[in-house]
């Protein structure tokens, strides 16, 4: 009966408003990974889902690399405000082709490279952005604007690395996406 009820709240989130209108990337000029890397899922709140080596249940963003070869992300941006595009440079860590990449959201850079200078807001909603590197322009790659958030549900792309987003009452942080939805898994 829980796990009915949880999958209708999760259903109604989605349709009232997972997402709010993305107001980034409105210039013209593209990142040559537009295409290539996603932010992918991510959890606001992270209560009992996954907890980082030092025991920590905090928050995390997924990327996604779709293409075909390794991408070094040293020197891309992660933040929450699109206001601060550099807030958190990525240090020297390459994802490979077809694969996802973990980090986490929880203010501690001090407990390892994988850690931003940032938390996500699950009360308030708030964005996320993915931008390149100075040397390209500090462009935007890809980003979310995001709504209130459920405890241990995270929110993500269905297919992987696609524009449909959905709440995953079951997330899959550094693994591919599995739909709620018994419909989608069929069309897939």
């Given amino acids: ?57 905090d928050d995390w ?28 440079k990525i240090p020297d860590t390459v994802i490979a082709a077809g694969s996802f990449l973990l980090f986490w959201a929880d203010n501690e850079e001090t407990e390892g490279t994988l850690h931003t200078n940032f938390r996500l807001s699950a009360s308030n909603g708030e964005e996320i952005g993915l931008y390149d590197t100075e040397n390209n322009g500090i462009l935007l790659i890809d980003s979310i604007s995001f709504n209130t958030q459920l405890r241990d549900t995270s929110y993500g792309r269905y ?9 995953f009452s079951a997330p899959t942080p550094g693994n591919e996406n599995v739909s709620d939805n018994k419909e989608d898994a069929i069309k897939k």
């Avoid at 959890?43 to 996954?50: D, E, F, K, P, R």
């Avoid at 996604?64 to 601060?84: C, E, P, R």
């Fill in 61 to 88: 963003i997924e990327l996604y690399n779709a293409g075909n070869t390794d991408v070094n992300l040293s020197g891309m941006y992660l933040t929450d405000n699109f206001t601060i595009s550099t807030k958190w």
């Fill in 159 to 167: 297919p992987d690395g696609k524009s449909n987003w959905q709440f």
């Fill in 1 to 57: 009966m829980c796990i009915i009820i949880r999958i209708f709240v999760i259903s109604i989130l989605a349709t009232i408003g997972g997402c709010k209108d993305n107001p980034a990337g409105t210039g013209t000029e593209e990142s040559s990974f537009k295409d290539i890397l996603f932010i992918n899922e991510f959890m606001a709140s992270n209560g009992s889902i996954l907890a980082d080596k030092n025991g920590d249940y």
